[in-house]
């Protein structure tokens, strides 16, 4: 059973910056992908970033595109998600997520088999 704990959330004015991490508890070398979805308050889990595991190729939402770059490192099986030029409507708590099988679409909840508790993350105006 994988484990993820999602650090690096906390307040930041607009524009600012915050790194989030997420470790694997076991090696994640059979995951396919890996992920990160946020969940704002009253909102659905949507999706932000996802990156290919092995090969590291990636794809962003539209809504955080050219300001969020997802990134890994296998050497210690953790998943970052660098966030610039933030503003406050990606005020959200945001999750990591691990997929260990081949799925279509890994912009989707349904794709991922395992996730950690989440990290807040507030952007003052």
């Known amino acids: 059973q994988v484990q993820l704990v999602e650090t690096g959330g906390g307040l930041v004015q607009a524009g600012g910056s915050l790194r989030l991490s997420c470790a694997a508890s076991?090696?994640?070398?059979?995951?396919?992908?890996m992920a990160w979805f946020r969940q704002a308050p009253g909102k659905e889990r949507e999706f932000v970033a996802a990156i290919n595991w092995r090969g590291g190729g990636t794809s962003h939402a539209d809504s955080v595109k050219g300001r969020f770059t997802i990134s890994r490192d296998h050497a210690s099986d953790t998943v970052y998600l660098q966030m610039n030029s933030l503003k406050p409507e990606d005020t959200a708590v945001y999750y990591c997520?691990?997929?260990?099988?081949?799925?279509?679409?890994?912009?989707?909840?349904?794709?991922?088999?395992?996730w950690g508790p989440g990290t807040q993350v507030t952007v003052s105006s």
């Open positions: 076991e090696r994640t070398f059979s995951s396919y992908a």
């Open positions: 997520a691990a997929a260990q099988n081949y799925y279509r679409d890994y912009t989707k909840l349904v794709a991922f088999d395992y």
